[in-house]
């Protein structure tokens, strides 16, 4: 089969740290390589992949100030739509915007929903519910609104983590800094058990990290490591 994996373009796919939708349209290219299909993955220049690799930006728009974000991003998105002829499938993992060219191809689109940022980004997805397929992270991740192809959970290289068979005493808070991903109750919760917590990841909500992160950070009860 013939498959263009459209990934975001903020970051180097795979990343060199944070980005996890890059991280993980890397890892569906391989895998769709590996198991024979002929794949164009559609990435920074940058990027590393075994697929063939189409790249309208020279990096990503996160890692060059100079990049206008959405310049960068219409004509990325455009890129593959225009060449749809060349694939039985294009798989979206790019957010809702691509969605708005899928109209104008023949071309099958599958788009992976990561997340709903906002519920104002769901009348773009709505609207293309019925001409294209979603899959879904999780069941509990499902807009009710919409329908769902299938859940895939996210694959894991497990070969990119080292185990230990004996764990720490410490508790790991890996993730960006955002009420989200609840970095705050991370702190209760290490608190309540006595631990100590190691806080590791982006910041990317400055007002909630100063008055609800920082203050507990102390160096000895609770680390703040930085993005890993």
């Given at each position: 089969m013939r498959v263009a994996v459209l990934a975001p373009i903020a970051w180097r796919t795979p990343p060199r740290h944070y980005g996890p939708w890059e991280q993980f349209a890397s890892l569906l290219t391989e895998g769709l390589v590996a198991a024979g299909h002929h794949v164009?993955?559609?990435?920074t220049a940058d990027s590393i992949t075994t697929a063939g690799l189409h790249a309208t930006a020279s990096c990503g728009w996160s890692e060059d100030q100079t990049i206008d974000a959405?310049?960068?991003?219409?004509?990325?998105?455009?890129?593959?739509?225009?060449?749809?002829?060349?694939?039985?499938v294009?798989?979206?993992?790019?957010?809702?915007?691509?969605?708005?060219?899928?109209?104008?191809v023949a071309t099958p689109v599958v788009t992976?929903?990561?997340?709903?940022?906002?519920?104002?980004?769901?009348?773009?997805?709505?609207?293309?519910?019925?001409?294209?397929a979603y899959v879904s992270i999780s069941d509990a991740d499902r807009h009710p609104d919409l329908h769902y192809a299938a859940t895939i959970h996210h694959g894991i290289d497990v070969e990119a983590f080292a185990t230990h068979p004996q764990p720490?005493?410490?508790?790991?808070?890996?993730?960006?800094?955002?009420?989200?991903k609840g970095t705050?109750?991370?702190?209760?919760?290490?608190?309540?058990?006595?631990?100590r917590l190691?806080?590791?990841?982006?910041?990317?909500?400055?007002?909630?990290?100063?008055?609800?992160?920082?203050?507990?950070v102390d160096?000895?009860?609770?680390?703040?490591?930085g993005a890993v």
């Open positions: 164009t993955l559609f990435a959405k310049v960068a991003e219409c004509l990325h998105i455009a890129s593959v739509f225009e060449r749809a002829a060349d694939f039985d294009i798989h979206n993992g790019f957010d809702f915007l691509p969605l708005t060219y899928s109209g104008l992976t929903i990561h997340g709903f940022s906002s519920e104002k980004i769901v009348p773009v997805y709505a609207r293309y519910d019925s001409t294209t720490g005493e410490h508790l790991l808070f890996f993730g960006r800094i955002h009420p989200d705050a109750h991370a702190i209760e919760v290490a608190r309540r058990c006595g631990r190691d806080i590791a990841g982006i910041i990317q909500d400055e007002e909630y990290f100063r008055t609800e992160v920082a203050p507990h160096g000895q009860r609770v680390r703040y490591l």
